[in-house]
């Protein structure tokens, strides 16, 4: 059951750690796995990616034409996707409209308003509505910087009605080119947020535990995170384990740092080390599992009240999130079960980063957002998900070897076949802001994002995870629908991308070295023409979900980040519109489908093919261009 008025969490007494000024726990040994042997299953998707690159190749000749039906039928299949990931992300715009663009009909936009209204905004030397007294029954002050978009660092008043005497200059550094200051000058009791949160709610039911693996994360970085968390009504309730490696040099006095930062803000701020054993793969899977391993003992009492959300070092989590997740996992029909995830959106730091990568992370965060969004509960959390404790322990946490590289989409297939087919997936419809892949030039975040690319890639062993694991669970529609949304996720694209990519350029080429001319559209062989017309239905339906999904992150910026979309009246240094420039870097992904999925995906393939291990994880490098 989940706890009405969760108690403030008091760890165990802690080991101290030697030289550091915070306080910790020493690394415990962590119980050896046993890994599942993955590459009979492996096979049969290297068969297929292969059978479809051997088609291309042999397509020439006409004696091989009948082979190109295969590659017809994948893309139908695709096509068939594609419709219902439209259709989804129709469902999506409409949910997003109602939850922020409704409830946000009555206030104001960009500028500032007037003082009778639920909030301020503006720049502090504009502001001339709330006076001293108004401000003195604000409940937080939230100081953005336009430098680092959706960051805000939030100065709270103690207790509901605190006698807060703030000049709108106090709040914000004044070496800041500018800052838009937003207050909300209702009582606690009284006011609600502009996209509906009741503030008066009550305690929340569930003990939150956000757990945030990092490695050798910039101190920027982690402070951005817990400002965001910092800001939200409940903080005082939160448990924050920050997910330390042992092998990072000066980790443990990283986290006692933010301990006596932030020790005051939450209700705990506790840290682990993870020392990797010989069998684990590195990277966020070992690191979170031995975390959550070791809060598990720091508990005491009901630990069935713990819900955990796992996000990454550089996730700033709106309040909303908590807000929905409580809302939904109340309504829920045993919500320990289930696992909660909400989309991805990349608004931190998109005027450093190359337009290739932004288009890349953009189209990603669209599908990834329609996949959650799933009709009967299945789908693939992103990066930032929350799960009961109960549920972690009784599944036996996360798996650490190397083929289950891709610990979120990993932990759902893992918790759906222990539990039978239990366990939903249920969308949170507030996004979460992240920062691009992004190096120290331009050169280096093109090649980080294929770093990072490379590494998504690798989840392709998870259909076989699937295929092995298949007697766990009874047979259900459900269960079906999870394998083809793993064939959704891996081997149908790849499939299609050979047909509509690889087969067009290839067969075009070879003509033109043999016949030296191009051969006309009547020309070519039956699969092909239809081929085509699949292809021009794809990319119809491509376009339909970019701009669906441009719509969502626009209400997102506008009315959940609280971003100003004053960059649409600015012009870059060549007197191009910027809005126009954000539609032209669209057109790169026909360039990024090839580096970012055609190559990585036939690497991938040529590992499993050769039962090549990868151990290597290599950790996206993120910057913040401005320190806070």
């Excluded at 569930?206 to 490695?215: Q, S, T």
């Excluded at 996360?398 to 076949?417: R, S």
């Excluded at 691009?436 to 490379?454: C, D, I, K, T, Y």
Aim: proline fraction near 6%; charged fraction near 15%; hydrophobic fraction near 45%.
């Amino acid at each position: 059951m989940v706890a009405e008025s969760p108690a403030k969490f008091k760890p165990k007494l802690p080991q101290s750690t030697p030289g550091t000024g915070g306080v910790g726990y020493l690394p415990m040994a962590m119980p050896r796995q046993r890994e599942p042997y993955l590459y009979p299953f492996k096979l049969p998707l290297v068969v297929c990616t292969l059978a479809s690159l051997t088609t291309v190749v042999l397509s020439p000749w006409p004696r091989y034409h009948h082979l190109l039906w295969f590659l017809v039928a994948v893309c139908g299949c695709s096509l068939c996707s594609v419709i219902c990931q439209a259709i989804r992300m129709v469902s999506l715009v409409n949910t997003y409209r109602k939850l922020y663009c409704c409830s946000n009909s009555g206030t104001a936009g960009a500028g500032s308003v007037t003082a009778g209204s639920n909030g301020v905004m503006g720049s502090p030397a504009s502001i001339t509505g709330p006076t001293k007294d108004a401000v003195a029954g604000a409940k937080m002050l939230l100081v953005d910087t336009p430098s680092r978009p959706g960051h805000k660092k939030s100065l709270r008043a103690k207790g509901h009605r605190a006698n807060v005497s703030l000049d709108a200059a106090d709040c914000c550094d004044q070496s800041a080119e500018s800052v838009a200051l937003v207050i909300d000058c209702e009582d606690w009791s009284e006011s609600t947020s502009s996209s509906g949160t009741d503030w008066s709610a009550g305690p929340p039911r569930w003990n939150h535990v956000f757990v945030i693996p990092n490695y050798k994360e910039d101190m920027s970085t982690l402070t951005a995170t817990l400002d965001a968390l910092a800001s939200h009504s409940w903080a005082h309730t939160y448990t924050i384990v920050l997910a330390m490696e042992s092998k990072e040099v000066g980790a443990a006095h990283k986290a006692g740092q933010l301990q006596e930062q932030f020790g005051c803000t939450f209700a705990s701020v506790v840290f682990t080390l993870h020392v990797l054993d010989a069998a684990e793969m590195p990277g966020k899977a070992s690191n979170v599992n031995s975390a959550v391993r070791q809060f598990y003992h720091m508990v005491s009492g009901d630990r069935s009240s713990y819900m955990l959300t796992i996000i990454d070092a550089d996730a700033l989590v709106p309040f909303e999130y908590i807000n929905q997740l409580e809302n939904v996992s109340a309504a829920a029909t045993n919500p320990g079960v289930h696992i909660y995830a909400a989309p991805v959106l990349f608004e931190q730091d998109n005027s450093g980063v190359p337009g290739i990568v932004r288009a890349t992370d953009y189209m990603w965060s669209g599908l990834a957002a329609q996949n959650l969004n799933s009709w009967f509960g299945v789908g693939f959390p992103i990066s930032n998900y929350s799960v009961s404790l109960k549920l972690v322990h009784d599944i036996g946490y996360w798996d650490t070897f190397p083929d289950a590289i891709g610990e979120d989409m990993h932990m759902f297939i893992k918790a759906f076949l222990r539990t039978n087919g239990a366990t939903h997936l249920y969308p949170i419809h507030a996004p979460i802001n992240m920062l691009h892949v992004q190096g120290p030039n331009w050169v280096m975040s093109l090649w980080a994002r294929f770093l990072q690319a490379e590494r998504h890639m690798r989840g392709i062993a998870d259909t076989a995870y699937v295929l092995h694991e298949w007697g766990r669970a009874q047979f259900s529609v459900r269960k079906l629908v999870m394998f083809v949304a793993c064939l959704e996720a891996h081997l149908i694209p790849v499939v299609t991308l050979t047909s509509l990519v690889i087969l067009p350029v290839y067969y075009n080429l070879f003509m033109l070295a043999t016949t030296h001319s191009l051969p006309s559209p009547l020309s070519l062989p039956l699969p092909m023409r239809v081929l085509a017309i699949l292809g021009q239905a794809n990319l119809s339906c491509i376009v339909f979900v970019i701009i669906c999904y441009e719509l969502i992150r626009s209400i997102c910026r506008r009315h959940l980040f609280r971003l100003m979309d004053n960059d649409k009246h600015e012009r870059c240094w060549w007197n191009c519109p910027r809005y126009l420039l954000h539609c032209l870097n669209y057109l790169t992904l026909f360039v990024s489908v090839w580096f970012y999925t055609v190559i990585p995906v036939v690497l991938v393939v040529g590992k499993h093919m050769f039962n090549m291990r990868s151990m290597n994880y290599i950790v996206a490098d993120k910057r913040i261009k401005t320190q806070l």
